[in-house]
């Protein structure tokens, strides 16, 4: 049996679609099912929450290979970015060890350092370091920018589209490497074949974040004025825009970091290759 988190989420859904072909008993911990559409009657269901370390025993009862893709880009309700991001990882890893899970597989940003400007680059790096002292075959998938269709943000993109400019975090020259949801979902599928480890997964083409967005608009037949603005006015104007929308924030400074922080791997698609996987470039995916 096979645990995975996050399968609602952009990555963890193209996991699930290619777990569930394949026939791999599968269950997946979610807090609403519906939320999996068809796919909830073909997988075990546990009902629970990161934030709830209690639900742990019951998802992780005769697994031998957890999955974890659960994540977030800005504070919830009931939890943080820091306990979501950074001390669920330590709990789960514990709680499967307790468990007798023998391997665990997750993902973490390109770069992610305890010193970061983005604090969920922080809060990975310090999982990290506690998964280092884990009873488990530790694999880690570290990204670069993962997009894809159903992508939050390009949704998020469509929404500011209907301004007469889009707005850049700092000078928009922040260079990742974008790879697509699907091709990372076939690296991890085939890491787990491989012995534990980690391997960098980019795409194959370094981008600015200027470039990313261009390209983004480009496919949704859109032209808009991209205009920067300074990390300095737009870090306040995020906060107190997210203050005042609450959960309907169109986005918060966390998300905008994401595209304003360098994401590069120094050997390019070279691990993803070694995993069988050519990534796509960005615009092939995009049209």
Same mark, same amino acid.
């Given at each position: 049996?096979?645990?995975?988190?996050?399968?609602?989420?952009? $990555?963890?859904?193209?996991? #699930?679609?290619?777990?569930?072909?394949? =026939?791999?008993?599968? @269950?997946? &911990?979610? !807090?609403?099912? %519906?939320?999996?559409?068809?796919?909830?009657?073909?997988?075990?269901?546990?009902?629970?929450?990161?934030?709830?370390?209690?639900?742990?025993?019951?998802?992780?009862?005769?697994?031998?290979?957890?999955?974890?893709?659960?994540?977030?880009?800005?504070?919830?309700?009931?939890?943080?970015?820091?306990?979501?991001?950074?001390?669920?990882?330590?709990?789960?890893?514990?709680?499967?060890?307790?468990?007798?899970?023998?391997?665990?597989?997750?993902?973490?940003?390109?770069?992610?350092?305890?010193?970061?400007?983005?604090?969920?680059?922080?809060?990975?790096?310090?999982?990290?370091?506690?998964?280092?002292?884990?009873? $488990?075959?530790?694999?880690? #998938?570290?990204?670069?920018?993962?997009? =894809?269709?159903?992508? @939050?943000? &390009?949704? !998020?993109?469509? %929404?500011?589209?209907?301004?007469?400019?889009?707005?850049?975090?700092?000078?928009?020259?922040?260079?990742?490497?974008?790879?697509?949801?699907?091709?990372?979902?076939?690296?991890?599928?085939?890491?787990?074949?491989?012995?534990?480890?980690?391997?960098?997964?980019?795409?194959?083409?370094?981008?600015?974040?200027?470039?990313?967005?261009?390209?983004?608009?480009?496919?949704?037949?859109?032209?808009?004025?991209?205009?920067?603005?300074?990390?300095?006015?737009?870090?306040?104007?995020?906060?107190?825009?997210?203050?005042?929308?609450?959960?309907?924030?169109?986005?918060?400074?966390?998300?905008?970091?994401?595209?304003?922080?360098?994401?590069?791997?120094?050997?390019?698609?070279?691990?993803?290759?070694?995993?069988?996987?050519?990534?796509? !470039?960005?615009?092939?995916?995009?049209?």
């Amino acid at each position: 049996m096979l645990l995975l988190t996050g399968a609602t989420g952009l $990555l963890g859904s193209a996991v #699930l679609r290619r777990l569930t072909a394949r =026939g791999t008993p599968v @269950r997946c &911990l979610v !807090r609403d099912p %519906r939320r999996l559409g068809a796919h909830r009657v073909r997988v075990q269901l546990a009902i629970g929450d990161l934030a709830s370390p209690a639900s742990y025993r019951n998802a992780l009862r005769g697994v031998d290979t957890v999955i974890h893709l659960a994540g977030t880009a800005r504070d919830q309700p009931h939890a943080s970015i820091e306990e979501l991001d950074g001390l669920a990882v330590w709990r789960l890893a514990r709680a499967a060890e307790r468990a007798g899970v023998k391997r665990l597989l997750w993902t973490m940003p390109l770069g992610a350092t305890p010193h970061h400007p983005s604090r969920v680059h922080r809060a990975k790096a310090l999982a990290a370091e506690a998964l280092e002292d884990a009873d $488990l075959e530790i694999t880690t #998938l570290a990204c670069s920018l993962v997009y =894809g269709r159903g992508d @939050r943000r &390009l949704a !998020r993109l469509d %929404r500011l589209a209907l301004l007469p400019a889009i707005p850049l975090a700092g000078r928009g020259g922040a260079r990742v490497q974008p790879i697509w949801a699907d091709d990372v979902a076939d690296c991890a599928l085939a890491a787990l074949e491989r012995p534990p480890g980690r391997f960098e997964l980019a795409g194959p083409d370094a981008m600015t974040e200027r470039q990313v967005v261009a390209l983004a608009l480009h496919s949704r037949h859109r032209r808009r004025r991209l205009v920067p603005i300074p990390l300095a006015v737009l870090r306040p104007a995020l906060r107190a825009h997210a203050a005042l929308a609450g959960p309907a924030a169109i986005a918060t400074w966390e998300e905008v970091l994401q595209l304003a922080v360098p994401m590069t791997a120094s050997r390019g698609t070279e691990d993803a290759r070694r995993l069988g996987v050519e990534p796509r !470039r960005m615009q092939e995916v995009l049209g």
